[in-house]
């Protein structure tokens, strides 16, 4: 089983940054991507981002492309959502999730799930 925690959310102005990391515990070997998806106020779940672990391989939806950059930290093993020039759009809890297969816009192609930091954005 995999175990993942998010951590690094808050409360920020709009145009702020933010940070998010994704740490995962326990069978880590079989992970080969790591997904973040986001649950705004009365809205679905969205797809953000994801990144494949071998080859860094990384996609964004069009809403935060070019705003937003996944990483891995080698060093630890976790994975990284820089947030930049945030808009109250950006405002939801934000879920990373851990697959055997390649990264993808699909939940259901998660097995694992962290639960999730608050992210929100002030205007």
């Known amino acids: 089983q995999v175990q993942l925690v998010e951590s690094g959310g808050g409360v920020v102005q709009v145009g702020g940054s933010l940070t998010l990391s994704c740490a995962a515990s326990g069978s880590t070997s079989g992970i080969n991507a790591i997904g973040w998806f986001r649950r705004g106020p009365g809205k679905d779940y969205e797809f953000v981002s994801y990144i494949n672990w071998g080859w860094d391989l990384t996609d964004y939806a069009s809403s935060v492309k070019g705003r937003f950059t996944i990483s891995k930290n080698y060093a630890d093993g976790t994975v990284v959502l820089q947030m930049n020039n945030l808009s109250p759009d950006d405002t939801a809890v934000y879920y990373c999730?851990?697959?055997?297969?390649?990264?993808?816009?699909?939940?259901?192609?998660?097995?694992?799930w962290g639960q999730g930091t608050q992210v929100t954005v002030t205007t």
């Open positions: 999730g851990a697959t055997r297969y390649g990264g993808s816009w699909l939940k259901a192609a998660y097995e694992s």
